[in-house]
């Protein structure tokens, strides 16, 4: 089991950049798929990104690339989401999952088993 800890969220102007956080406690965070999600107010939760367990793959929603970037650093136990050129559709709560069985491309489609608190963002016009 693992546990997953966001930071990083905040209120930005639209154009701005953020970068959200993940800590995961643990000895096999390397072992773990990871993703980011989020879920805008009166809307489902939706993919955003995920890497493989290596780093070595990365996968992005449309509505993202080649704005957001995730990593990770296995040695730190941490994932990352770097944030650039800001919308205020951008604007959700952002969770960081975990998963054991799950490659990065199939992420956005099968979910996770372990999501993080959340952490709010929020972009303004």
């Known amino acids: 089991q693992v546990q997953l800890v966001e930071s990083g969220g905040g209120l930005v102007q639209a154009g701005g950049s953020l970068r959200l956080s993940c800590a995961a406690s643990g000895r096999t965070f390397s072992s773990y798929t990871m993703g980011w999600f989020r879920q805008a107010p009166g809307k489902e939760r939706e993919f955003v990104a995920a890497i493989s367990r290596s780093g070595g793959s990365t996968y992005y929603a449309d509505s993202v690339k080649g704005r957001f970037t995730i990593s990770r650093d296995n040695a730190k136990n941490t994932v990352y989401l770097q944030m650039n050129s800001l919308k205020p559709e951008d604007t959700a709560v952002y969770y960081c999952?975990?998963?054991?069985?799950?490659?990065?491309?199939?992420?956005?489609?099968?979910?996770?088993?372990?999501w993080g608190q959340g952490t709010q963002v929020t972009v303004s016009s």
């Open positions: 999952a975990a998963d054991q069985r799950t490659t990065g491309q199939a992420m956005g489609v099968m979910g996770a088993s372990y």
